[in-house]
């Protein structure tokens, strides 16, 4: 795994844009898989710069999401596919079909879960899959527990996974105790990984992730085994790999 350690947030965006804008310059029809959340706030805004400047074409690029709350409806601020509006979609040039979300409502999630692979398997696989981290080890909602998931699935959240989420939801009793996520195996067949993690509440995960033993308890750790990822974290996000590797663009 390659580590970059950026300087701060800001650092940590400009190098993740940098990085995706680079794939899509080299490829343009490349097959992107989106994360949502906080950290990956920075590197969309930086992508629409990107598109703004005439640097980045995003019109024959396919997205994926990753994962989505279970339930919410799809007009809801809060769901994830608002988030990609929001953040990325309304912003550069995708087209319309070109974008795939992870199905998120009530009715026949497990042929929606299989048809979701089946799209990601038909658009030739994941070219780049952009992960963030949570404080348990869980990349997309893959939760730790004595087993993980290769298929799109219906996931019940870990209570701390809740207790996250709670930031977006005024009304503690309103936030999803389920989503939809992406499994394991899209995420390890992607060919390229870009894994972000900010905020010294990170550390402790991401230092797992690293260097602990490779278990479905810690879902990020399986990342070690992944040929080709590349790991940008900020400084706070670093304070316990520090001491095992070299800063300043990177090493591993
Ligand atoms: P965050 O979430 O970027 O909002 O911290 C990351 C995650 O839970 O995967």
Request: glycine residues 12%; aromatic residues 6%.
């Amino acid at each position: 795994m390659r580590i970059v350690i950026a300087r701060d947030y800001e650092h940590l965006s400009c190098l993740g844009a940098g990085l995706v804008g680079e794939a899509i310059v080299r490829k343009p029809d490349l097959v992107l898989g989106l994360a949502t959340g906080v950290t990956p706030l920075g590197v969309y805004r930086k992508l629409g710069e990107m598109y703004e400047a005439g640097q980045v074409d995003f019109s024959r690029l396919t997205v994926f999401n990753l994962d989505e709350y279970y339930g919410l409806s799809p007009a809801d601020p809060r769901s994830y596919r608002s988030y990609l509006e929001r953040n990325l979609f309304s912003r550069v040039n995708l087209r319309p079909e070109n974008i795939h979300l992870v199905p998120g409502q009530p009715g026949n999630v497990a042929d929606a879960c299989r048809n979701y692979d089946l799209a990601i398997a038909a658009a030739g696989g994941i070219d780049l899959q952009i992960l963030g981290i949570g404080q348990n080890g869980h990349v997309g909602f893959n939760e730790p527990g004595k087993s993980l998931c290769v298929a799109t699935h219906l996931v019940d959240l870990a209570p701390q996974t809740v207790e996250a989420n709670a930031r977006s939801f005024p009304d503690h009793g309103a936030v999803p105790g389920r989503a939809v996520t992406v499994g394991m195996g899209a995420i390890m067949k992607a060919r390229r990984i870009l894994l972000l993690a900010g905020g010294r509440e990170k550390a402790a995960a991401v230092a797992g992730a690293l260097w602990g033993p490779v278990t479905t308890a810690v879902p990020a750790s399986l990342l070690q085994l992944h040929r080709h990822t590349t790991l940008i974290v900020d400084q706070a996000a670093a304070g316990l790999i520090r001491d095992c590797t070299s800063a300043a663009g990177g090493s591993g």
